[in-house]
């Protein structure tokens, strides 16, 4: 059975959040250390702070990524398991082309 319109209207906008590579080296990282501050992005992906802090405010709108406080800290992690499961899958079938 097709899903309804909703439904496909969500996903659709879920795959375009995530169509861009910035924010999928985002996610990668925040993949393998489960939790990051904007400092060891900037760090790990050689990015700006400007332009990981942006990527992350639109991942955080659309409930990819959530963030803790701690302090003057703010970490990011990924907020849903079904988004990990969706990357992890994303890359195993690249790997495998």
């Known amino acids: ?16 959040t995530m169509s861009d590579p910035n924010r999928v080296r985002i996610l990668s990282a925040l993949l393998e ?26 991942l955080r ?13 703010v970490f990011y992690t990924i907020d849903d398991d079904h988004v990990a499961l969706l990357l992890q899958q994303g890359f195993e079938h690249v790997r495998h082309e």
């Open 33 to 58: 250390h489960t939790e990051l501050n904007v400092g060891a992005l900037v760090d790990s992906l050689g990015m700006s702070e400007s332009a990981i802090s942006h990527q992350l405010r639109g």
């Open 1 to 16: 059975m097709p899903v309804d319109e909703h439904t496909a209207s969500h996903t659709a906008e879920l795959f375009r």
């Open 61 to 73: 709108q659309m409930r990819i990524v959530r963030a803790r406080k701690d302090g003057r800290q």
